[in-house]
């Protein structure tokens, strides 16, 4: 079953509360992921910030809308309870909470007063399938659309560039995640002996305990098996146990397939990956803006 969207969370978390007692935000989610037969896996499925589950924070958006309505109240910290309107609400057995149900609260209207003003001037269809996301989810559904759109900005200028600066972004990459020592290290090992099928070879760390031959192709096309078994046979002959290959393009399921059965460890980054570590190391990239989310502290207000 597919995790709910916060506004579908609404009506059984109020029926949740309907005893009128105390509750914790962890008793509600174990009941609320029991009623819509969650697996532990989709309980466990992350934001793509890593930061919180999405079904938590689904749940803690439906909490806070109803609050906002006067539905819910908070106790203490963490913990909540049905208000006698909520109460209410239950009595009439309405099919469904959603956020236009909430409209009828004045609470609720002066709390979301801007957001309605901004969401009146959007397309109707778009802003029903905002409002099935949380906060948190479009805030970061807007930014992999950012990270995307450069990622291909990014991929278009590497496969513009000449090979020496695609193989200087390797190197940049490369050092910037740890490998090579110094960026002068690396510069000089990259690109620099052409040797059966072998671009360069660079440090894995900065002492220079195990050395990793590179690859380094800017194709249009996608690289196919036989390129990765040259370079696997290049690797043999040098006696090394790992290589890279990297491309401005992508490869082949061939040659994933070929990767994955033999004893070499050979990594494959296609443009899209090496774009990504780009953007993640800071290479050929520069911050234009930088926002804080910030969280209520509970303890801060804690009247001791």
């Known amino acids: 079953m597919a995790i709910p969207d916060f506004q579908s969370v609404m009506l059984p978390l109020l029926k949740f509360c309907a005893d009128g007692n105390e509750h914790t935000n962890r008793e509600a989610l174990s009941e609320l992921a029991v009623l819509f037969g969650l697996s532990e896996d989709e309980q466990k499925k992350m934001l793509p910030s890593g930061q919180q589950c999405v079904f938590d924070n ?7 809308h109803m609050k906002m309505a006067g539905l819910l109240e908070n106790t203490q910290r963490g913990v909540f309870k049905i208000t006698p309107r909520g109460q209410d ?31 009146s001037q959007t397309n109707t269809t778009e802003t029903e399938e905002q409002e ?6 479009q805030l970061e559904e807007a930014y992999q659309t950012l990270r995307d759109n450069l990622a291909s900005e990014i991929i ?30 690396a510069g000089q090992a990259i690109g620099r ?16 305990l195990d050395i990793i031959y590179i690859q380094a192709k800017k194709w249009e096309d996608p690289v196919s098996r036989p390129e990765i078994q040259k370079f696997a046979g290049a690797l043999q002959g040098k006696r090394a146990r790992k290589g890279i290959f990297i491309t401005t393009s992508r490869f082949c399921d061939t040659a994933k397939d070929f990767v994955a059965h033999i004893d070499s460890k ?12 780009m953007i993640d190391f800071g290479v050929g990239v520069a911050t234009e803006a930088v926002y804080e989310i910030k969280r209520l502290d509970s303890d801060y207000f804690t009247d001791n």
């Open 193 to 208: 002996s052409g040797d059966e099928g072998i671009d360069g070879i660079i440090k894995e760390d900065r002492l220079g």
């Open 89 to 119: 609400v239950l009595k009439k057995n309405h099919p469904a909470i959603h956020l236009r149900f909430l409209r009828q609260f004045p609470e609720y209207r002066t709390a979301s007063q801007k957001k309605d003003e901004s969401r």
């Open 266 to 277: 050979i990594i494959l980054i296609e443009g899209s990956q090496l774009a990504q570590y």
């Open 156 to 185: 278009t200028q590497l496969k513009a560039a000449s090979p020496f600066f695609f193989e200087k972004v390797v190197v940049e990459v490369l050092v910037k995640m740890g490998y090579g020592g110094s960026r002068k290290d």
């Open 132 to 137: 099935s996301k949380t906060p948190a989810e």
């Open 58 to 64: 689904r749940v803690a958006w439906a909490r806070t």
